[in-house]
């Protein structure tokens, strides 16, 4: 299996970022010019957590790494009613003050 890369290029800041994934993981990432989330990505890559549902967001201007972090933490939301692909998403991609 190839691994797959997701790219964030603004050559206007000088901001250039790099994700490998592998299996849904991050296995490598290059950071240059802007690096907020950096210590976030370190986390998911040496937790080894599967980011296959937010690989195209990972790059984006104020995604919340926290979410996914806290997730693994949590049981499925199953009991609540909500299918746990459903919970996963949109408990990772909203902002913690909401």
Do not use: C
Request: avoid cysteine.
């Amino acid at each position: 299996m190839r691994a797959k890369e997701v790219k964030k290029i603004d050559k206007g800041r000088g901001v250039y970022k790099k994700i490998v994934l592998e299996k849904g993981k991050i296995v490598g990432a290059i950071v240059l010019g802007d690096g907020r989330g950096v210590a976030r990505i370190k986390k998911l890559m040496d937790q080894k957590t599967d980011v296959t549902e937010y690989k195209d967001l990972l790059l984006e201007e104020g995604f919340d790494y926290r979410r996914i972090l806290l997730w693994q933490n949590l049981p499925y939301m199953s009991h609540l009613g909500f299918p746990s692909r459903y919970s996963v998403r949109n408990f990772a991609n909203s902002r913690l003050d909401e």
